[in-house]
C-alpha cells in the first residue's frame, strides 16, 4: 500500500525556517518524481516544487522560487521541503504527491494527509 | 502558465442529482492531460480522472470526464453522500502543472 506521510509542520515567525519531510513507503520511491503542493486554509490548491527521480532537476513556482528548497533521499525513502524567509502568506496544509509514471510532468496518483505550516509573530 | 477556470464555484443540489462541473483553460491543454480531483472536509485530494476521460482505480462508473483542448467537463451522473465536496481540475500538458480554483458541491 503506497504510503506518504508528512511531518515537520509548526507555528513559526515570519522570516524563520523550516525542514518538511515526507516518508514514503509501499512503492520504488527512486522510480518517481516528486512534488510539494499547498493549500492555504479555506483555499485551493497551489504547485509549490517537484524534484526528478534523481534530484537532478528541480522546479520551483514563482510565489517560493529562491526561499524554498525541494530535496530528497532516496536510500531512505524520503522527500524534503526547506522553507527560508517565510511570510504569513505561505501558511497552508502542505501536501506531498507522488507522481503516475516516471516522468516530472504528470497527476498525482498518491498524496499525503498534509503538514499545516503557520507563519505568525 | 495555463490558467484554469473551473465553473460554477459552487453547486448546490440533492442526492441522485446529476452534477455537471466544467473546467476551462486559457489555452489547449497539450494531449488531454487534464485530471479531476475530488477533495472532503479535512482531507487530501484524491484522483478521479486523468487524460480526461479515464477512470482512476476504484473510481465508481457514476464518474465520467470529457473534453479536449480548452473545455473539460466532469459529470456525476447520480449524486451520493460522499460526493458533496470541492473539486478541482488539473493540467499536467505544460510545466508548471496548475490547477482550477475549484467548485463545490453541497447539498441543496
Known amino acids: 500500500e503506497v504510503q506518504l506521510v508528512e511531518s515537520g509542520g509548526v507555528v513559526v515567525q515570519p522570516g524563520g525556517s523550516l525542514r518538511l519531510s515526507c516518508a514514503a513507503s509501499g512503492f520504488t520511491f527512486d522510480n518517481f518524481a516528486m512534488h510539494w503542493v499547498r493549500q492555504a486554509p479555506g483555499k485551493g490548491l497551489e504547485w509549490v516544487s517537484l524534484i526528478t527521480r534523481d534530484g537532478s532537476i528541480t522546479y520551483y513556482a514563482d510565489s517560493v522560487k529562491g526561499r524554498f528548497t525541494i530535496s530528497r533521499d532516496n536510500s531512505r525513502n524520503s522527500l524534503f521541503l526547506q522553507m527560508n524567509s517565510l511570510r504569513a502568506e505561505d501558511t497552508a496544509f502542505y501536501y506531498c504527491?507522488?507522481?503516475?509514471?516516471?516522468?516530472?510532468?504528470?497527476?498525482?496518483?498518491?498524496w499525503g494527509q498534509g503538514t499545516l505550516v503557520t507563519v505568525s509573530s | 502558465e495555463i490558467v484554469l477556470t473551473q465553473s460554477p464555484g459552487t453547486l448546490s443540489l440533492s442526492p441522485g442529482e446529476r452534477a455537471s462541473l466544467s473546467c476551462r483553460a486559457s489555452q489547449s491543454v497539450t494531449s488531454s492531460y487534464l485530471a479531476w480531483y475530488r477533495q472532503k472536509p479535512g482531507q487530501a485530494p484524491r484522483l478521479l480522472i486523468s487524460?480526461?476521460?479515464n477512470r482512476a482505480t476504484g473510481i465508481p462508473d457514476r464518474f465520467s470526464g470529457s473534453g479536449s483542448g480548452t473545455d473539460f467537463t466532469l459529470t456525476i451522473s447520480t449524486l451520493e453522500p460522499e460526493d458533496f465536496a470541492v473539486y478541482y481540475c488539473?493540467?499536467?500538458?505544460?510545466?508548471?502543472?496548475?490547477f482550477g480554483q475549484g467548485t463545490k458541491v453541497e447539498i441543496k
Open positions: 488539473q493540467q499536467y500538458g505544460s510545466s508548471p502543472a496548475t
Open positions: 504527491a507522488k507522481t503516475r509514471g516516471t516522468y516530472y510532468l504528470d497527476y498525482f496518483d498518491y
Open positions: 487524460g480526461a476521460s
